[in-house]
């Protein structure tokens, strides 16, 4: 497998860079269009992506661990295929429309100011993860492990608590009144 260790990459010097069965350690990608770029069996550790982008990126086996996405927009990903043992991606201020996190085992996971929409956590395990004034428009939770999960300012989300698991999660008013839309019952603020 080949290496990379501790290098910038950037749209310049991307385009001939192989990333199938490589493995990046403490590299930093900044403003990166990945478009189509086959990420099977990648391994990025301890990694950075500033302001990257990522449509329709192959991710079968590719192992995310200690990697911080930040203002990245990624559409399409699909989490679920990359390698569990090693999934702990982090993502800051980003953009990602129809993901699928769907059976991910992330917790701690960070989703801080992020926009996250039309995305499948079903099955997920979120334990502790931070949606802090995250905007979940349109995301699926379904049997989703959400145990001290942060949802505080976040915004747009729809959880039925019949179906997901809530212990000590963490909710803003008024936003946390959306969890009783499914109860159809009516609320009056006297």
Same mark, same amino acid.
């Given at each position: 497998m080949e290496s990379k260790e501790q290098e910038v990459f950037d749209a310049k010097n991307i385009n001939t860079q192989s990333f199938s069965s490589t493995q990046f350690y403490e590299c930093r990608f900044e403003k990166v269009p990945f478009v189509e770029k086959d990420f099977r069996s990648a391994q990025f550790i301890d990694c950075s992506f500033k302001a990257c982008q990522f449509h329709q990126v192959m991710m079968e086996g590719c192992r995310l661990q200690d990697t911080i =996405?930040?203002?990245?927009? %990624?559409v399409g990903g699909e989490f679920f295929l990359c390698h569990q043992r090693f999934f702990s991606p982090r993502f800051l201020r980003s953009i990602l429309l129809g993901c699928n996190f769907s059976q991910v085992k992330l917790s701690g996971g960070n989703f801080f100011q992020s926009k996250v929409k039309d995305c499948s956590f079903t099955g997920a395990h979120l334990l502790g993860a931070n949606f802090q004034e995250a905007d979940l428009e349109g995301s699926i =939770? /379904? /049997?989703?492990?959400?145990?001290? &999960?942060?949802?505080?300012?976040a915004k747009n989300y729809a %959880?039925?608590?019949? =179906?997901?698991?809530?212990?000590?999660?963490q909710f803003s008013v008024p936003e946390v009144l959306s969890l009783l839309e499914v =109860?159809?019952?009516? %609320? $009056? &603020? $006297?």
């Open positions: =996405f930040e203002d990245c927009k %990624i =939770f /379904h /049997h989703t492990e959400l145990s001290g &999960a942060d949802f505080r300012q %959880i039925d608590p019949r =179906f997901n698991t809530l212990k000590e999660a =109860f159809s019952i009516q %609320i $009056s &603020a $006297s």
